[in-house]
Protein backbone atom coordinates (compact mmCIF):
# COMPACT_ATOMS: atom_id res chain seq x y z
CA UNK A 1 0.00 0.00 0.00
CA UNK A 2 1.39 3.26 -0.77
CA UNK A 3 1.27 6.19 1.44
CA UNK A 4 1.27 9.44 -0.79
CA UNK A 5 2.54 13.01 0.56
CA UNK A 6 -0.27 15.54 -1.12
CA UNK A 7 1.96 18.59 -0.60
CA UNK A 8 4.62 17.04 -3.00
CA UNK A 9 3.63 18.63 -6.06
CA UNK A 10 -0.01 19.28 -5.66
CA UNK A 11 -1.48 22.64 -5.08
CA UNK A 12 -5.38 22.70 -3.92
CA UNK A 13 -7.52 25.35 -4.28
CA UNK A 14 -11.20 25.70 -3.94
CA UNK A 15 -13.01 28.32 -6.16
CA UNK A 16 -16.02 29.06 -8.25
CA UNK A 17 -16.49 26.72 -11.31
CA UNK A 18 -18.72 25.94 -14.25
CA UNK A 19 -22.06 24.36 -13.12
CA UNK A 20 -21.36 21.20 -14.43
CA UNK A 21 -24.03 18.45 -14.71
CA UNK A 22 -24.46 16.44 -11.50
CA UNK A 23 -26.23 13.40 -13.34
CA UNK A 24 -22.52 11.47 -13.08
CA UNK A 25 -22.69 11.24 -9.20
CA UNK A 26 -21.50 7.49 -8.04
CA UNK A 27 -23.51 5.48 -6.66
CA UNK A 28 -26.59 7.95 -7.54
CA UNK A 29 -29.49 7.68 -5.21
CA UNK A 30 -28.54 6.36 -1.99
CA UNK A 31 -31.68 6.69 0.30
CA UNK A 32 -29.08 6.32 3.07
CA UNK A 33 -26.61 9.52 2.01
CA UNK A 34 -27.47 13.17 2.34
CA UNK A 35 -26.23 15.68 -0.09
CA UNK A 36 -24.32 17.92 2.29
CA UNK A 37 -21.64 20.11 -0.57
CA UNK A 38 -20.77 20.32 -3.86
CA UNK A 39 -17.05 21.23 -3.86
CA UNK A 40 -15.28 23.26 -7.10
CA UNK A 41 -11.35 22.01 -6.25
CA UNK A 42 -8.14 22.65 -8.90
CA UNK A 43 -5.18 20.64 -8.76
CA UNK A 44 -1.94 22.21 -10.12
CA UNK A 45 0.56 19.97 -11.02
CA UNK A 46 4.12 19.92 -12.79
CA UNK A 47 5.56 16.64 -14.74
CA UNK A 48 5.91 13.61 -12.53
CA UNK A 49 9.16 12.19 -11.62
CA UNK A 50 11.15 10.15 -13.75
CA UNK A 51 9.28 12.00 -16.80
CA UNK A 52 12.16 13.06 -19.55
CA UNK A 53 10.79 16.54 -18.94
CA UNK A 54 10.53 16.22 -15.50
CA UNK A 55 13.26 19.39 -15.00
CA UNK A 56 10.98 22.10 -16.62
CA UNK A 57 9.71 23.40 -13.81
CA UNK A 58 7.87 26.35 -15.70
CA UNK A 59 5.66 23.67 -17.03
CA UNK A 60 2.56 23.51 -15.24
CA UNK A 61 -0.97 21.86 -15.96
CA UNK A 62 -4.46 22.42 -14.13
CA UNK A 63 -6.97 20.52 -13.36
CA UNK A 64 -10.44 21.64 -12.25
CA UNK A 65 -13.32 18.59 -10.74
CA UNK A 66 -16.68 18.85 -9.06
CA UNK A 67 -16.57 16.49 -6.14
CA UNK A 68 -20.06 15.91 -4.17
CA UNK A 69 -19.93 15.90 -0.32
CA UNK A 70 -22.18 13.03 1.17
CA UNK A 71 -22.95 12.37 4.66
CA UNK A 72 -24.76 8.84 5.70
CA UNK A 73 -27.59 8.71 7.80
CA UNK A 74 -24.75 7.09 10.82
CA UNK A 75 -22.69 10.31 10.02
CA UNK A 76 -20.20 9.07 7.89
CA UNK A 77 -19.26 11.35 5.26
CA UNK A 78 -18.42 10.26 1.19
CA UNK A 79 -16.85 12.37 -1.26
CA UNK A 80 -18.21 11.54 -5.13
CA UNK A 81 -15.95 12.26 -8.29
CA UNK A 82 -17.58 13.12 -11.13
CA UNK A 83 -15.45 11.95 -13.85
CA UNK A 84 -16.68 14.06 -16.42
CA UNK A 85 -16.38 17.27 -14.66
CA UNK A 86 -13.13 16.88 -15.00
CA UNK A 87 -11.44 19.90 -17.07
CA UNK A 88 -8.04 20.66 -18.24
CA UNK A 89 -6.15 23.68 -18.37
CA UNK A 90 -2.16 25.16 -19.00
CA UNK A 91 0.51 26.42 -21.19
CA UNK A 92 2.18 22.84 -21.56
CA UNK A 93 -0.56 20.10 -22.44
CA UNK A 94 2.03 17.80 -22.22
CA UNK A 95 2.01 17.67 -18.47
CA UNK A 96 -1.62 16.24 -18.59
CA UNK A 97 -0.30 13.40 -21.09
CA UNK A 98 2.43 12.73 -18.80
CA UNK A 99 -0.43 11.12 -16.43
CA UNK A 100 -2.36 8.11 -17.28
CA UNK A 101 -5.96 7.52 -16.52
CA UNK A 102 -5.26 6.28 -13.03
CA UNK A 103 -2.43 8.56 -12.03
CA UNK A 104 -4.80 11.42 -12.54
CA UNK A 105 -7.86 9.83 -10.49
CA UNK A 106 -5.25 9.20 -7.82
CA UNK A 107 -4.59 12.80 -7.75
CA UNK A 108 -8.08 13.81 -8.31
CA UNK A 109 -8.93 11.17 -4.96
CA UNK A 110 -6.29 13.00 -3.10
CA UNK A 111 -7.58 16.34 -3.67
CA UNK A 112 -11.37 15.39 -3.00
CA UNK A 113 -9.76 14.68 0.60
CA UNK A 114 -8.03 17.23 0.97
CA UNK A 115 -10.25 19.79 0.09
CA UNK A 116 -12.81 18.38 2.73
CA UNK A 117 -10.43 18.02 5.07
CA UNK A 118 -9.98 22.22 4.69
CA UNK A 119 -13.61 22.50 4.43
CA UNK A 120 -14.05 20.67 7.74
CA UNK A 121 -16.03 17.75 6.37
CA UNK A 122 -13.55 15.35 7.75
CA UNK A 123 -11.05 15.74 10.91
CA UNK A 124 -7.29 15.03 10.46
CA UNK A 125 -5.09 13.69 13.60
CA UNK A 126 -1.63 13.77 13.68
CA UNK A 127 -2.25 9.97 14.34
CA UNK A 128 -2.06 8.04 10.98
CA UNK A 129 -4.91 5.46 12.31
CA UNK A 130 -8.06 6.74 13.86
CA UNK A 131 -9.80 8.73 10.36
CA UNK A 132 -11.19 6.92 7.32
CA UNK A 133 -12.11 8.47 4.04
CA UNK A 134 -14.45 7.24 1.69
CA UNK A 135 -14.17 7.94 -2.12
CA UNK A 136 -16.99 6.84 -4.48
CA UNK A 137 -16.24 6.95 -8.56
CA UNK A 138 -17.27 5.06 -11.38
CA UNK A 139 -15.52 1.98 -12.39
CA UNK A 140 -14.98 2.79 -15.97
CA UNK A 141 -13.89 5.11 -17.90
CA UNK A 142 -13.02 6.11 -21.22
CA UNK A 143 -10.56 9.04 -22.17
CA UNK A 144 -9.93 10.93 -25.36
CA UNK A 145 -8.39 13.87 -26.78
CA UNK A 146 -4.60 15.37 -25.47
CA UNK A 147 -3.22 17.79 -23.24
CA UNK A 148 -5.85 20.30 -22.48
CA UNK A 149 -8.60 18.65 -24.43
CA UNK A 150 -8.42 15.63 -22.25
CA UNK A 151 -11.77 14.42 -21.28
CA UNK A 152 -13.13 11.75 -19.76
CA UNK A 153 -16.53 9.49 -20.40
CA UNK A 154 -18.32 6.84 -18.15
CA UNK A 155 -18.68 3.59 -20.03
CA UNK A 156 -21.02 2.04 -17.33
CA UNK A 157 -22.82 3.94 -15.48
CA UNK A 158 -23.81 1.33 -13.02
CA UNK A 159 -20.54 0.42 -12.50
CA UNK A 160 -18.98 2.15 -8.82
CA UNK A 161 -16.42 1.80 -6.77
CA UNK A 162 -15.19 3.19 -3.31
CA UNK A 163 -11.80 3.46 -2.24
CA UNK A 164 -10.97 3.94 1.68
CA UNK A 165 -8.24 5.77 2.93
CA UNK A 166 -6.64 6.36 5.74
CA UNK A 167 -5.54 9.82 6.67
CA UNK A 168 -3.73 11.97 8.98
CA UNK A 169 -2.23 15.78 9.26
CA UNK A 170 1.40 15.14 11.12
CA UNK A 171 1.97 18.63 9.37
CA UNK A 172 -1.19 20.50 9.30
CA UNK A 173 -4.52 20.37 8.04
CA UNK A 174 -2.72 21.60 4.87
CA UNK A 175 -0.32 18.84 4.29
CA UNK A 176 -2.90 15.37 5.02
CA UNK A 177 -1.10 11.96 4.28
CA UNK A 178 -3.50 9.29 2.58
CA UNK A 179 -2.87 5.46 2.70
CA UNK A 180 -4.84 3.03 0.77
CA UNK A 181 -6.51 0.71 2.81
CA UNK A 182 -9.63 -1.17 0.58
CA UNK A 183 -11.10 -1.20 -2.17
CA UNK A 184 -14.79 -2.03 -2.90
CA UNK A 185 -17.50 -2.27 -5.62
CA UNK A 186 -17.70 -3.31 -9.26
CA UNK A 187 -15.04 -4.50 -11.91
CA UNK A 188 -14.45 -2.17 -15.35
CA UNK A 189 -16.25 -4.48 -17.97
CA UNK A 190 -13.30 -2.89 -20.95
CA UNK A 191 -15.97 -3.92 -23.34
CA UNK A 192 -19.16 -2.25 -22.52
CA UNK A 193 -19.17 1.37 -23.85
CA UNK A 194 -17.83 3.06 -26.98
CA UNK A 195 -13.65 3.34 -27.32
CA UNK A 196 -11.28 2.11 -24.94
CA UNK A 197 -12.53 1.51 -21.40
CA UNK A 198 -10.01 1.73 -18.30
CA UNK A 199 -10.48 0.49 -15.07
CA UNK A 200 -9.77 3.34 -12.76
CA UNK A 201 -10.34 1.65 -9.25
CA UNK A 202 -8.00 -1.31 -9.28
Known amino acids: MKTVLLSLFLLIVAGTAPAWSQEASCPGDDPTFTRLDTLHVTLELGYPNGHQDSDKEASKGHITLEVFVDRSSNGQIRYS ?13 GVIDAYSTREIFRLVEQAAIAQGILEGYTPCTPDCRSVTVNVCQNSCVSRSGQGVNTSFAICDASACCTRTYQVCCPDGAGAPVTRLVSVTGAHCDTMTGPGQCESICW
Open 81 to 93: INPMSLQFTGEDG
